[in-house]
């Protein structure tokens, strides 16, 4: 495709009168007399971060975020990870005195992941957003990208991290896979050694969010519809969605042309839960894992969390981080969920949990 493109425009180069004939040509064959060509559908994609329930419709970096941008690349077991930090000069990521260390967890994360999945040949671009300082709100929020374009298909959506991870081919090229964003105001454990109490564990956290944009997220508004669907019309929900049901009466969340049919979403503790057979098999007790639906719906909180009560400590995605925290690894039965959402995943236990 590419030779062709290169030896086309040496010809147009090589004699005007004869490329206007040759493009004439090429036109005619591609869209004869009466055929138009189709416009090229604008494609949308739009970021939403778990934790903080924000979404944003992702658009390319500007030339200016692009040649401010520092990028680093971690590649090891399989995946490759294209990281770009968008934080100005000595500020956040880039902080002179804390940022090398900063850069240093993440990756230690990201090489825990690769561990992890098997996925070789896996590739994934991570945007660090500019930074936060003002310790309110989360404590930070990550995601991934969901296509929203007229033609996207209502429907259940893995995310273009898990298919970037999955697959290594890349629907966006143009925009990263996930995006994730920290405040540094609050207080952080920027080390590999156990936090002191009240401090929140930058390792337990970052491994938190990233768990989110692989896919531990829940699309559903607080009346059961698609959070896009006010916006694009379309009704997208994601493969965690899909595992969904009320424990109480066995009906899953979304029916199949993915009208609502359950009660509601802020049904108290132990309301919902998340229907894997795989995951049920290691839960503690054998039951269903509960999702986290407090008694009023909180976007970014709800359905994409565990119930708090009632989850092992251990477990990465529970809502809570009181702090001094160390939760580096993904239960077993976390992991049986990443497995449900499509993941192939390592033997070895052992590796997953070295920091
Ligand atoms: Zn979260």
Redesign the pocket.
């Given at each position: 495709m590419e030779t062709f493109f290169c030896h086309f425009r040496r010809t147009l180069l090589a004699s005007p009168a004869r490329a206007a004939g040759v493009l004439l040509a090429v036109l005619f064959l591609a869209f004869p007399p009466g055929v138009s060509p189709a416009p090229q559908e604008q494609e949308t994609f739009v970021v939403y971060y778990?934790?903080s329930g924000q979404w944003e419709v992702a658009t390319p970096l500007t030339a200016r975020e692009k040649s401010a941008a520092k990028t680093t690349i971690v590649s090891a077991a399989g995946i490759t990870w294209n990281l770009t930090y968008l934080d100005a000069a000595n500020t956040g990521w880039n902080d002179t005195t804390r940022g090398p260390r900063r850069k240093q967890v993440l990756q230690a994360v990201l090489l825990n992941l690769s561990a992890m999945l098997d996925h070789p040949g896996g590739r994934c671009d991570v945007e660090l957003r500019v930074s936060e300082f003002d310790g309110s709100g989360v404590l930070a929020s990550g995601g991934t990208l969901y296509r929203t374009s007229a033609s996207a298909p209502n429907g259940y959506q893995p995310g273009l991290a898990f298919q970037n991870i999955t697959t290594a081919v890349d629907i966006a090229p143009t925009l990263p896979d996930i995006r994730l964003r920290v405040d540094w105001g609050w207080r952080w454990h920027e080390e590999f050694s156990a936090p002191p109490d009240d401090v929140q564990d930058l390792y337990s956290v970052l491994l938190?969010e990233m768990a989110?944009a692989l896919g531990y997220n829940s699309l559903a508004e607080s009346n059961g519809s698609s959070k896009f669907e006010v916006g694009s019309g379309k009704k997208i929900f994601t493969t965690y969605d899909n595992l969904l049901f009320e424990r109480a009466t066995g009906r899953k969340l979304w029916d199949a042309n993915l009208n609502f049919q359950g009660s509601n979403l802020a049904g108290g503790a132990n309301f919902i839960e998340l229907r894997s057979q795989r995951a049920h098999n290691v839960y503690p007790g054998r039951t269903f894992p509960p999702v986290h639906t407090p008694t009023t719906f909180s976007d970014g909180r709800s359905l994409?969390?565990w119930q708090t009560a009632e989850t092992p400590l251990e477990a990465i995605m529970r809502?809570t981080t009181p702090g001094g925290e160390l939760r580096r690894g993904f239960s077993p039965f976390e992991r049986a969920v990443l497995e449900e959402l499509g993941y192939r995943l390592k033997p070895d236990p052992t590796f997953w949990m070295m920091y």
């Open positions: 778990g934790c938190h989110h994409s969390h809502f």
